[in-house]
């Protein structure tokens, strides 16, 4: 980066960690997009003298309401919910709902701030936008959860729409809680519209939405590695988490003839030097889908090995699948990654490496896909789930699947043809953060202020 131009977006920096202290998810977020973004704008005169950088990193709208429900012994309690309504330039605003004590407002505007590059990268008519609570639902019971949902929503419901906002899960909400969620909104609205997705099959939900984010995710990786002469057949993965995104991903890597070694979750890590089966990895979804049980029991139950309180990345192995949560690769980890020959990373979980693991990994040979595109498939098919509602229909599994390799597949041809470097290398989180920001700038641009 030229000197002129590193001083341009430190000061930015700056002055955007004092507009919003104490949240540096989102500063973090931020500093990553722009690195990229800056000189792009430095070299392009029409993005300049609009303040882009100054708008694109202020939400258009965030809500903070109170929740209070009542748990099975009849104490109330309260909880924050939030929706950040980030950037509604390219369509309405998407982006999913979490629920985990460490929900806060930066962690939601970090996420929200992603998913406007996300959404773009997708090339559907979709904003960004992300929402959440601090509620734990871990130990809760299902009225428990159904009752936070319903209350939840009964705040919610007045600022979504299917032309205004369209929330979907993310951690801890899936089937169960967007079931509850969207049977709250139907009570009170009167209406069956596409207001959220990723719901059944049984009431307006898309085939392959609960697999898209993990298959897109392998489908992305494959792109990566057939661009070098590299194929997934043999090859071994570590995959990190074993909730929606885990799940798929480990059962897309071993459909194409891959070998999952591990998978985790916030006690540890369990290690299959066999290989975790498509018969085991039924046995982990029924623990942790309908049993909700930990990822430990695998070990007991397979004769594995358990590493309590690790993660995965010290385990040798050829790809690397981060699916867990944010800032989950650490430095060391990354060097550890490295050291062990590992040859790709492809991002499930949204900024799942801290900034000084991103340096270690750019600045090695590992093929490294940011999570804007290499997650990017639950979105999208998000997004064709909107166009089933709008058109009452219901698309096959193979029709879905097919739309979102070819979707994957465009998402990599458009981060290189932004981040391809002079050696003819792909830097592919250069042209991720390029592509996404060029289609949402120019619609700002369009729409005046
Ligand atoms: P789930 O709730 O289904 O699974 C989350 C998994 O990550 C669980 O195994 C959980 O373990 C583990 N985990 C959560 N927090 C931590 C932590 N602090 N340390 C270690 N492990 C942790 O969520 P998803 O699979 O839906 O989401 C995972 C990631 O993927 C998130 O970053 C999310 O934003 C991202 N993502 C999800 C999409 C989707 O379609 N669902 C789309 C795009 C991105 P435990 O059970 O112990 O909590």
């Given at each position: 980066m030229k000197k002129k131009t590193q001083k341009q977006l430190d000061t930015f920096l700056e002055k955007l960690a004092e507009r919003n202290p104490h949240q540096p998810e989102f500063q973090q977020a931020v500093k990553e997009v722009l690195q990229s973004v800056v000189p792009y704008i430095a070299q392009h005169e029409?993005?300049?003298?609009?303040a882009l950088l100054e708008r694109i990193t202020e939400p258009e709208r965030i809500i903070t309401f109170r929740v209070v429900w009542q748990d099975d012994d009849g104490a109330l309690h309260v909880n924050r919910g939030y929706r950040v309504q980030f950037n509604s330039a390219i369509g309405p605003y998407k982006g999913g709902i979490r629920f985990t004590p460490t929900v806060t407002p930066s962690v939601l505007k970090f996420l929200a701030f992603e998913q406007i590059f996300k959404n773009s990268l997708t090339g559907l008519p979709m904003g960004g936008g992300k929402g959440g609570s601090?509620?734990?639902?871990?130990?809760?019971?299902d009225s428990e959860v159904m009752r936070f949902c319903q209350a939840f929503m009964t705040e919610l419901y007045r600022h979504i729409g299917p032309d205004t906002d369209i929330p979907a899960g993310d951690i801890n909400v899936s089937a169960r809680e967007i079931g509850y969620l969207y049977g709250q909104y139907k009570k009170i609205a009167n209406v069956h519209q596409p207001v959220l997705t990723g719901k059944g099959l049984a009431y307006g939900g898309s085939k392959i939405r609960t697999e898209a984010t993990g298959y897109g995710n392998v489908f992305f990786m494959r792109e990566m590695l057939k661009r070098v002469g590299k194929e997934i057949e043999g090859t071994t993965a570590v995959v990190s988490g074993s909730g929606n995104v885990a799940q798929h991903t480990a059962e897309k890597w071993i459909a194409l003839g891959g070998k999952v070694l591990a998978m985790s979750d916030s006690d540890g890590t369990i290690y299959d030097e066999s290989g975790i089966s498509q018969e085991k990895l039924e046995w982990i979804k029924d623990l942790k889908n309908n049993k909700r049980g930990r990822i430990k029991e695998y070990a007991k139950e397979f004769d594995a090995e358990f590493r309590e309180g690790k993660k995965p990345w010290d385990i040798k192995s050829d790809v690397a699948f981060p699916?867990?949560?944010?800032?989950?690769?650490e430095k060391k980890d990354a060097e550890k990654l490295v050291k062990n020959g590992c040859q790709a990373l492809s991002e499930g979980?949204?900024?799942?490496?801290?900034e000084a693991a991103m340096e270690v990994l750019r600045d090695s040979d590992i093929l490294y896909a940011p999570g804007k595109a290499s997650n990017a498939g639950g979105v999208a098919v998000s997004g064709l789930e909107i166009s089933q509602n709008i058109l009452r229909l219901s698309w096959s599994r193979e029709e879905v699947e097919e739309r979102l390799e070819k979707i994957m597949q465009e998402i990599h041809e458009k981060c290189l043809e932004y981040g391809i470097d002079d050696n003819g290398n792909a830097d592919y989180v250069k042209g991720a953060n390029i592509a996404g920001f060029v289609k949402v700038a120019d619609a700002m641009i369009a729409l005046g202020v």
């Open positions: 029409k993005y300049q003298d609009q601090d509620f734990n639902p871990r130990d809760r019971s699916c867990a949560t944010q800032n989950e690769i979980a949204n900024m799942p490496c801290t």
